[in-house]
C-alpha cells in the first residue's frame, strides 16, 4: 500500500524527527519537487549482536553504536555513539527509488551555511556511497524548524547503501572533534557490505 507523503529529506536525515507537516515550497524538497510517492518502509532492519540486517545486506555495526528504539515513524534503525549519548545515527528507507540519491546529497550540503571541506567515496565496490562534509551547520531545534543557530566546527557523516529493495540511508552529525574519530569506524561500516 502506497502512502503520499511530502518529504523533506532533513525530516529523515536529521535526528529528532517530528510529524509536522513538510513546506512543500521549500527549494530544497527532493530537488525542486514538492511531493513525491514513498511506499510505506515495510523492509525490516534486524540488529542481532553486531550484525545488521537488512534486504538482501548484512554489515557489521560499530562497537560503539548503541542501538535504541526509533523515535520517528520514518526511522527504520537508531543508534547513539556510546561516549556521546547527544550523537545519534538514524537509518531510514523511503522505497526503492534511487533518484532520491543525488538530490538527497545536494541537501545535505545545504544544511550547511559554510562547507570547509567535502568529500564523496564509493566503497565495498560502489554499493556504498559516503559523504562527510565539515563547516557551520544549521542546528535547529527541530527538523522542521525554519529558524536555525549557526554553528561552526560541525561535521555530518552520511553513506547511502544499494540493496535489491532500493537505498538505504545512514546518517549522524555532531562536533567535528567527536566525528572526525568516527571516520575510520564509519568506512569500516560500510567497507563490511555483504550482499545475500
Known amino acids: 500500500m502506497k502512502y503520499l ?14 510529524k509536522e507537516k513538510v513546506d ?3 527549494p530544497h524538497v527532493m530537488g525542486g519537487k514538492t511531493e513525491i510517492t514513498v511506499e510505506k518502509p ?13 534486504s538482501n545486506v548484512k554489515m557489521t555495526v560499530p562497537e560503539n553504536w548503541v542501538q535504541e528504539q526509533t523515535n520517528s515513524e520514518m526511522r527504520v534503525v537508531q543508534f547513539f555513539l556510546k561516549q556521546d549519548d547527544m550523537i545519534g545515527i538514524a537509518g531510514f528507507y523511503f522505497g526503492n527509488q534511487p533518484e532520491m540519491v543525488d ?3 545536494d541537501r545535505w550540503k545545504n544544511e550547511f551555511t559554510k562547507i570547509d571541506n567535502s568529500e564523496r567515496l564509493s566503497l565495498a565496490n560502489g554499493k556504498s556511497i559516503m559523504v562527510s562534509i565539515k563547516g557551520t551547520y544549521k542546528k535547529k531545534p ?5 529558524e536555525f543557530k549557526e554553528v561552526q566546527n560541525y561535521m555530518m557523516l552520511a553513506c547511502i547503501i544499494t540493496t535489491k529493495d532500493g537505498p538505504f540511508y545512514f546518517k549522524m552529525v ?23
Open 24 to 26: 512543500t515550497k521549500d
Open 142 to 146: 527541530f527538523p522542521m524548524a525554519t
Open 103 to 105: 538530490a538527497n546529497i
Open 5 to 18: 507523503l511530502t518529504v523533506l529529506l532533513s525530516i529523515a536525515l536529521i535526528f529528532g524527527c517530528s
Open 174 to 196: 555532531g562536533e567535528a572533534n567527536i566525528l572526525s574519530d568516527e571516520v575510520i569506524k564509519f568506512k569500516e561500516f560500510l567497507n563490511s557490505y555483504h550482499a545475500n
Open 42 to 54: 515495510n523492509v525490516p532492519v534486524k540488529v542481532e549482536g553486531r550484525t545488521m540486517s537488512f
